[in-house]
């Protein structure tokens, strides 16, 4: 068995290497499918991260008039919190809004200065709801609006973070849809090329073949060295696809956009190296064995 | 050894009998010489011994098995007691006189010590043994085909079935591969040879069988070429 592999394996890489143009052109076909569905892979995942992200830090601010009392405010918080599509509710004090502040703002000094300058805390009081689904963020808007706790209400904020939402959402389907659509391309191109690839392997070997099966060579040992080929390709595709997919992360993002940061999305792809050399090694396999079955089944006639 | 019981074969695509209910038995250790015009079916029948075609009708027993039993895995195993020749050698130009026969060897799964063992001496039977690192194309017609014999040889064949090997040679190595042949079957191999060459059959002076349109027409033991 082991003999039989050996052989055939080497079998493999003679008829790689004998026809280098076309060898480059299969594996080149390989690497462009793979390289791009892997790329579909990182930016859906990424953006998708960077808006679970956002997600979690979006709220509905509702500021209540000045003159408002806290037991006023903790009766809209029980009165809000009844809504079902409702997280969770939290109420921020005049004086946790100033810390807070103070905090996000103690490198800059003349925020700092002007807020000494003033005297007295000039931050109201604050419910910042959080809902189960971005969706009804503007149902939850319209409920407070017409509430009957919205006399004590001064303003609501929310409509800014809505949009950008909205627009994440548009490019994430956008980008997986392209994504489908050339990966599927790509992928249909790389069957074709690597199947015509061993379909001429099999012509330029058929007299080999023809003796083989003359002086009782198996089926099995027959066909072996076509599969390794299909193998090899989709193997060294995966391999040179994982290295252009590192080579883009870490210097072409950087150029092209400075809205997503190299480090998340290097982070993301050294914590999904595992899945991403899987995917990659199973669909180049998958491609290049396949195509070479395919072939085999219908061009090798033992 | 090997029976033809009421084998008939027919090629649908063009609708043409090869072979008419043939009747013939071989034995082990005979020296047969298979004659008949072009299209009279030599080829036909050596072809459904090694099982590359199949009867449309009618038994062929090898051992007293029937091939038709053979299943698709037990083929290969079949072939490797049959050693086969051809008009057109069918060597492989890539590989030298060595590596031509190490290579059946090598795609049966033999072990590489057996193969550097058994491919000198069968290349020394054949008489190749000083030009095993010729590549076909420096080897002449009839040294080309001793080194298909000695492919056909390399797995100790009980039956060597020979298709026109002299077809493509002169009479003087025509007759080298008969004495070749001869030895072999000496040796205790089975040997069917198909042939249109009358020297051949006449020195012979075996068994002849001879075909017409797919018929038997003859089957004398100690026969000579007979067709006109």
């Known amino acids: 068995m082991f003999l039989t592999i050996n052989r055939t394996f080497k079998e493999a890489t ?33 953006i998708k991260g960077v808006m679970n992200n956002i997600q979690d830090n979006l709220n509905v601010s509702v500021y209540f008039n000045s003159e408002t009392t806290e037991a006023e405010i903790m009766e809209a918080k029980d009165f809000f919190s009844k809504n079902g599509d409702v997280k969770s509710i939290d109420y921020v004090s005049k004086e946790d809004a100033l810390e807070d502040f103070k905090k996000y703002n103690a490198s800059d000094s003349d925020i700092m200065q002007s807020l000494e300058e003033i005297g ?3 931050l109201w009081s604050y419910l910042s709801i959080k809902v189960h689904n971005v969706e009804k963020y503007s149902e939850i808007v319209q409920y407070i609006e017409n509430s009957p706790q919205k006399e004590k209400i001064s303003r609501i904020n929310y409509t800014k973070t809505k949009e ?108 999904n190296i595992w899945i991403l050399i899987g995917i990659q090694v199973g669909l180049g396999i998958i491609l290049g064995v396949c195509s070479s079955l395919i072939a085999i089944r219908k061009y090798l006639k033992i | 050894m090997i029976k033809f019981e009421n084998v008939s074969k027919i090629y649908e695509k063009d609708d043409c009998h090869a072979l008419e209910k043939i009747n013939l038995e071989i034995q082990p250790g005979e020296f047969v010489s298979i004659v008949g015009r072009s299209g009279a079916g030599k080829s036909s029948l050596l072809r459904m011994i090694y099982a590359e075609d199949k009867p449309t ?161 003859c089957d004398d033991p100690k026969g000579k070429y007979n067709v006109k």
């Open chain 1, 164 to 271: 950008a939402i909205n627009s994440l959402n548009g490019i994430v389907k956008m980008i997986e849809r392209i994504g489908i659509t050339l990966g599927s391309i790509f992928s249909l191109i790389a069957v074709i090329i690597t199947f015509n690839t061993i379909r001429l392997t099999i012509y330029a070997r058929k007299k080999e073949i023809e003796v083989m099966r003359l002086v009782g060579a198996s089926n099995f040992y027959i066909r072996l060295p076509f599969v390794f080929e299909g193998l090899l390709y989709g193997l060294a595709s995966a391999i040179t696809s994982m290295i252009l997919l590192f080579l883009t992360l870490r210097f072409l993002i950087p150029l092209v956009s400075k809205s997503i940061s190299v480090e998340n999305v290097m982070a993301f792809y050294l914590h």
């Open chain 1, 120 to 122: 007295e805390n000039p």
């Open chain 2, 57 to 217: 009708e009618g038994e062929i027993y090898f051992d007293e098995a029937p091939l038709s039993d053979l299943r698709k895995k037990e083929i290969p195993k079949h072939r490797r007691n049959i050693g086969v020749i051809f008009q057109e050698f069918k060597l492989l130009k890539r590989k030298t006189a060595f590596e031509n026969v190490s290579f059946a060897l090598e795609a049966c799964g033999e072990p590489e010590e057996e193969i550097q063992e058994d491919v000198p001496k069968i290349l020394e039977i054949v008489g190749l043994k000083d030009k095993m690192n010729d590549y076909p194309n420096e080897l002449s017609a009839g040294q080309q085909q001793k080194l298909a014999i000695a492919r056909a040889l390399i797995h100790k064949p009980a039956v060597i079935v020979a298709d026109e090997p002299t077809g493509n040679l002169d009479p003087e190595s025509s007759e080298d591969i008969l004495k070749l042949l001869l030895k072999i079957n000496k040796l205790g191999t089975t040997v069917i040879l198909a042939t249109h060459d009358k020297m051949i059959v006449d020195k012979a002076e075996k068994r002849v069988i001879c075909l017409e349109k797919g018929k038997l027409k």
């Open chain 1, 14 to 46: 003679k008829s790689i290497s004998r026809n280098i143009w076309l060898t480059l052109a299969t594996f080149l076909v390989i690497v462009l499918s793979l390289y791009f569905i892997s790329i579909v892979y990182v930016a859906t995942f990424s």
